[in-house]
């Protein structure tokens, strides 16, 4: 035997009822009823869950098998075919299995799974519905969770609406639901469905989704996050949800986005975080007319271009933009952040862990330029801009290329190359007035070895502890010093409390408090102390 079948497979060939009576052995309990609709339904084996695409023998050995395709493709050992015989396709060459019937579950219904949740002792109840009557407990029940609870279908007619019909918000994330057409007939009987959660599902998309639509007709936030879809399925399946605000299809492997046409029109906020993207996949989103927030945060976005708009002008592109998150990309070129300030409406941007670097290699010179950038900005990586803030950054901004402005005067083709890679300079001259030359700074790289602080740990609350002198580099953030700690004081990281000080004022410790902070934000210099506490 193979070891694609000798994976869960128990020997019966041979196999005497008389000689197992015989020798004081039970009997094998029979093989269980397989679903006369099995193929296409999905399946929970081990804690994993699969799509059944065989259901039938695989010779040479005895029996049932399952033939399986696995969610998470490591789990497979071949692709559905045996002994040079195909019994079903995998779109990954070692994504399927062969199982028997009694290693798989093929779940459970919307209202055995309540049952299971609550703990419902429903063996005495004659009826559905006399269980229903009994206990109305359910009925303001506004939110059910039912996460990775083998959830395959509504159960019977009438069911669900009868016992929780308030029902606002569904979790159904890991779920056995086999198509859309499962959850639809689930979604008619909770009429007052906003929020709903299908991710880590496989939904076989529906032939006719327009038809479906009136099941999710209240729907406003639905999750689908990592549920193998492409973009051309979701805007298959977008007539089904005719006013949804907030949609979230991150992880899912989508490479190619197309514009949508007459769907997800009232579309507020969308999630494509962690599918790589291509670079100008990102304007076929630029004509959705309502959309305010947009996630593209570890899509390997390096560049964007809004052809439309000259530098320093506005875009018609995104016209109700207001937040983008671009985190964990691949963003080192500032002109995607002078392309940015053409946006009309953007007020918040996140932009943390990008190769995005100033002249000094110091992150809060480069949060500086962001904000000088980007002068509408009210919410920087999660803090909001407080006016002060804003106007030292702008007046750094002048001082900081001041040199290559005056260098650009009476030369056309310089002061045109300035202001397209400045296109905001101008503005803050008119605003705050050329700075003085006296104060003009010299932009210079400044080597790694150079941005190195000598770092003095002391420990007041105990005292038997020796300091510790670390060197660390001043974009260190402040949440990795606490893990450097926890390794070498075994004291969880969320238990640690940081302040330091200087010899430029003894007797005085200012609080480390901000986790995604530098310690150069706090203006901590060579020879400063970090004083360690801990609860």
């Not at 962690?274 to 989103?285: C, G, I, K, M, R």
């Not at 945060?297 to 207001?322: E, N």
Request: charged share 25%; with cysteine; hydrophobic share 35%.
């Amino acid at each position: 035997m193979t070891a694609a079948l000798a994976e869960l497979h128990t020997p019966s060939v041979g196999f005497s009822p008389q000689l197992a009576s015989m020798a004081g052995r039970p009997e094998p309990e029979p093989e269980p009823e397989v679903p006369g609709d099995a193929v296409g339904r999905r399946v929970s084996c081990g804690g994993e869950r699969a799509t059944v695409r065989y259901v039938g023998p695989v010779p040479p050995t005895a029996g049932v098998w399952l033939g399986v395709e696995w969610d998470d493709p490591q789990r497979g050992r071949h692709d559905g075919s045996h002994e040079g015989v195909r019994y079903f396709s995998c779109r990954h060459p070692r994504g399927g299995s062969f199982i028997r019937p009694a290693k798989a579950s093929f779940g459970v219904d919307y209202l055995t799974a309540l049952q299971q949740f609550y703990h419902y002792d429903v063996e005495e109840v004659d009826s559905i519905l006399s269980f229903y009557t009994k206990d109305r407990s359910l009925d303001n029940l506004s939110s059910v969770l039912l996460v990775d609870s083998e959830v395959n279908g509504p159960g019977p007619d009438g069911a669900a609406r009868r016992t929780t019909p308030n029902v606002q918000l569904l979790d159904l994330s890991g779920s056995l639901l086999p198509s859309w057409e499962e959850a639809a007939r689930l979604g008619l009987q909770l009429e007052q469905l906003e929020q709903l959660r299908l991710s880590r599902t496989r939904l076989a998309p529906p032939p006719d989704p327009p038809s479906l639509s009136h099941a999710f007709s209240n729907l406003k936030l639905l999750h689908l996050i990592r549920c193998e879809l492409t973009w051309p399925q979701v805007l298959h399946c977008a007539p089904m949800w005719p006013r949804l605000e907030r949609l979230s299809v991150a992880e899912n492997n989508i490479v190619e986005l197309q514009r949508p046409r007459g769907v997800l029109e009232g579309l507020v906020s969308l999630s494509l975080e962690l599918n790589p993207l291509e670079q100008d996949a990102l304007l076929q989103l630029s004509a959705l007319p309502s959309l305010q927030d947009l996630n593209v945060s570890q899509t390997g976005l390096s560049a964007v271009r809004f052809q439309d708009a000259a530098p320093g002008h506005r875009t018609d592109m995104f016209p109700q933009l207001k937040t983008l998150l671009v985190d964990d990309n691949n963003i080192s070129q500032w002109s995607v952040i002078d392309e940015l300030a053409k946006l009309p409406r953007l007020e918040q941007l996140s932009c943390r862990r990008n190769p995005l670097q100033s002249g000094d290699r110091n992150p809060a010179t480069a949060e500086q330029m962001v904000l000088a950038k980007l002068g509408r900005l009210q919410v920087l990586n999660g803090r909001q801009v407080l006016p002060e803030e804003r106007g030292g950054a702008e007046r750094d901004y002048l001082k900081m290329f001041g040199r290559e402005w005056l260098q650009s005067e009476g030369c056309q083709e310089s002061r045109a190359r300035f202001s397209q890679e400045h296109p905001r300079y101008q503005v803050l001259v008119s605003k705050y007035g050329a700075a003085e030359e006296s104060e003009m700074k010299k932009v210079v790289s400044v080597p790694l070895k150079n941005q190195l602080l000598k770092i003095t740990f002391l420990f007041p609350d105990d005292p038997d502890r020796r300091p510790v002198q670390k060197k660390l580099p001043g974009s260190m953030e402040v949440q990795k010093v606490k893990g450097l700690l926890h390794r070498l004081l075994k004291v969880p990281s969320a238990d640690l409390r940081l302040t330091y000080c200087t010899p430029k004022k003894e007797g005085t410790e200012f609080q480390l408090d901000g986790d995604l902070k530098p310690l150069k934000f706090y203006a901590m210099e060579d020879g400063d102390q970090v004083l360690v506490r801990w609860s």
